[in-house]
C-alpha cells in the first residue's frame, strides 16, 4: 500500500572527496550494490507517493543507478549552491504543490539504514505532530558527524556541524544521522531562509531544526538503539566498517536460513546471491554478485563465485570463477579458474590447474589436470587427458573445438581449432590434433621413437648422466 502523505528525497548530488577516489562515493559497492544502491532500496520499501533524488557530481553515473534501484525517482539537478539544505529546497521545489504530508530526507551515504527504522521515526514524527523529527545516535566518537545539541530540559534546540562547533559542542555524543521528517508546509517555509554563512560556506539542511525552534515549533530528536545502523560512510575506513558489518549481518540470515558457514569472519556474501539449504561453505569464500547456490552444495575453501550457478551437492574448492554454470553433483578444483561461459554439466570434473572459458563440459566428462579448455564443446562420458591445450586461437581469430561423446583423449594433447574428435574416438599420448578424428578412430602423430644406444656416454663423458649410464650398462672402468 502505498504512503500518499509521504515524499521522500534522496541526498546524493555530493563528491564525497574524503574518499579520494574517481569513483563517486555513492558508487562505492558494499555487499556488491553501490552504497546509493542501498539507501535506494529502503526508500523504496516505503512505498511513498514521491521520490527525488538530489544529484549533481557525476549526475549521468549515480542516475544510472538511480534508474536501476528506484527508477520511479524524479532526478533533481543541484544548482551551483552547496549544501544538503539547498539540495532540499531544490528537491521540495518540485514536489507538487497539493502535496502536504511529510518529507522524509535520507543522506545517500547511510547504506545499512533499514526500512524499519525509517517506518519507527515517521510513526513517532506523526504521532508527535511535529515539524521535523530527526533520527539521532549516541556514539563513542561522534568524530564529523553534526551534534544534536539540546537545551537543558532536554528538548531539541539546534543541529551544529563538527566544522562549526565549539569545544563543548565537540564534547557532544549525539549525532545527526543525517535522517529527517519534515511536515511539507514549515520545510517550505525555512529552506530559503537557509544561509552559507558557515565555516563550510554551504547551505546545511540541519539549520532548518533550528529555524523551526526559533520560531516555536515542535521538534525532536530520537537516537537509535543500535548506532550502526545511521552510520555514514565518508571515508574507505567507514566504507570497510559497513561493509563487514552489512556482511555479518547477511551471513547470519543465510545461517538462519539453513545454510552451514564454517567461518563467518572470512566468507563475503553479496545481498544478491541466494543459497539453499544445507549448503556448506568453507573458509575464506566470496559468494559475489548473482551466484545462486543449490542445496547439498559444497563451497571453499578459498573460493571466490561471481555470478556462478552452482547445482545441488557440487563441490567447489580453491576456485576462482566468473558467470560459470556448475552442474548437479559437479566437482571443481582445487585450483581451478573458470571464466564466463563454463558449463559443467551434471556430474563432471574440472580438476586441478585447469582453465575453462566458453566451455560446455558434458555430463559426467573430466578435464582432470593442468589444462586449458577454450571454446568447446565436449561430450557427456569423455575424458581429456592431463596438459592439454585446446589451442583456440591463431593469433588473428578464436575458433572452436568440438569433442563427442565417450571421447578419450592422451595426455599432452594440442587441439588446433577448428577440429571435430567424433564419439568414442582414442588420441595418443602427445597428439598435436590438426584435423578431425573420425568417430572410433585412434589418432596419433607423433614421430617413432628411435633409441641410439651409447648415445649419452658417446657424447657427454664424464658427466653424473654418463657415469650412471656406464654403471646401467656394466661398461665401468676397470
Ligand atoms: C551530514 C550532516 C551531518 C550528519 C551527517 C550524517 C549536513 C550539513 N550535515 O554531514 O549533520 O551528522 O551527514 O552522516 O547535512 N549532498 C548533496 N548535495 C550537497 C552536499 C551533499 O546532495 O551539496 C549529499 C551527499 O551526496 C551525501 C549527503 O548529502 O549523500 C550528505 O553529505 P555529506 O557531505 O556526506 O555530509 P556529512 O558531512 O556527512
Ligand atoms: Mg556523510
Not at 502505498?2 to 555513492?26: E, F, H, N, Y
Not at 526508500?43 to 533524488?53: G, Y
Not at 580438476?351 to 568447446?376: C, M, Q, W
Amino acid at each position: 500500500m502505498s504512503d500518499k502523505r509521504l515524499a521522500i528525497v534522496v541526498l546524493a548530488a555530493g563528491q564525497g572527496t574524503r574518499m579520494k577516489s574517481s569513483l563517486p562515493k555513492l558508487l562505492h559497492p558494499i555487499a556488491g550494490v553501490p552504497m546509493l544502491g542501498h539507501v535506494l532500496a529502503t526508500a523504496r520499501a516505503l512505498e511513498a507517493a514521491h521520490v527525488v533524488t538530489v544529484v549533481r557530481h557525476e549526475r549521468d553515473r549515480i542516475v544510472e543507478v538511480v534508474n536501476d534501484e528506484l527508477p520511479e525517482s524524479i532526478i533533481v539537478d543541484q544548482d551551483d549552491t552547496p549544501g544538503t539544505g539547498r539540495a532540499v529546497e531544490q528537491a521540495v521545489g518540485v514536489l507538487p504543490q497539493e502535496f502536504d504530508g511529510d518529507v522524509l530526507v535520507i543522506n545517500g551515504d547511510v547504506p545499512l539504514l533499514d526500512s524499519k527504522t525509517l517506518g519507527k521515526l515517521i510513526d513517532r514524527h506523526r504521532a508527535g505532530s511535529a515539524s521535523a523529527t530527526v533520527l539521532s545516535a549516541i556514539l563513542d566518537d561522534a568524530t564529523g558527524y553534526g551534534r544534536i545539541i539540546r537545551e537543558k530540559e532536554g528538548a531539541l534546540d539546534r543541529i551544529v556541524e563538527q566544522k562549526d562547533a565549539s569545544a563543548a559542542e565537540l564534547g557532544v555524543n549525539e549525532i545527526n544521522a543525517g535522517v529527517y521528517v519534515f511536515a511539507v508546509a514549515p520545510l517550505r517555509r525555512e529552506l530559503p531562509r537557509l544561509t552559507t554563512d558557515n565555516v563550510q560556506a554551504e547551505k546545511y539542511i540541519t539549520d532548518v531544526i533550528g529555524l523551526l525552534r526559533e520560531r516555536g515549533a515542535k521538534v525532536s530528536a530520537a537516537p537509535v538503539s543500535e548506532p550502526w545502523v545511521v552510520e555514514g560512510v565518508n571515508d574507505r575506513a567507514q566504507l570497510s566498517a559497513a561493509a563487514s558489518r552489512l556482511n555479518s549481518l547477511i551471513v547470519r540470515g543465510w545461517q538462519l536460513e539453513g545454510v552451514t558457514i564454517h567461518d563467518p569472519a572470512t566468507t563475503w556474501i553479496d545481498v544478491k546471491a541466494v543459497l539453499a539449504r544445507d549448503v556448506t561453505i568453507k573458509p575464506g569464500t566470496q559468494i559475489l554478485g548473482a551466484t545462486v547456490i543449490e542445496e547439498g552444495a559444497e563451497i571453499g575453501p578459498d573460493t571466490t563465485l561471481v555470478d556462478c550457478e552452482v547445482g545441488e551437492d557440487a563441490v567447489v574448492k580453491r576456485t576462482d570463477a566468473t558467470l560459470a554454470v556448475i552442474g548437479r553433483g559437479a566437482s571443481v578444483g582445487p585450483f581451478s579458474y573458470l571464466r564466463p561461459g563454463t558449463v559443467l554439466d551434471e556430474s563432471g570434473k574440472i580438476g586441478t590447474f585447469v582453465e575453462t572459458k566458453n566451455a560446455r563440459i558434458g555430463a559426467s566428462s573430466k578435464v582432470p589436470h593442468l589444462s586449458y579448455v577454450g571454446d568447446a564443446t565436449v561430450g557427456e562420458g569423455a575424458n581429456i587427458g592431463a596438459g592439454t591445450i585446446f589451442a583456440n586461437y591463431d593469433g588473428v581469430n578464436k575458433h572452436a573445438t568440438t569433442i563427442g561423446s565417450f571421447v578419450r583423449t592422451g595426455s599432452h594433447n594440442v587441439f588446433v581449432a577448428p577440429i571435430t574428435i567424433g564419439d568414442g574416438a582414442y588420441t595418443g599420448a602427445g597428439t598435436v590434433v590438426r584435423k578431425d578424428v573420425p568417430a572410433g578412430a585412434l589418432a596419433v602423430n607423433v614421430a617413432p621413437q628411435r633409441n641410439m644406444d651409447g648415445w649419452v656416454e658417446a657424447n657427454r663423458p664424464g658427466t653424473a648422466a654418463a657415469d650412471a649410464a656406464a654403471a646401467a650398462n656394466g661398461n665401468e672402468e676397470q
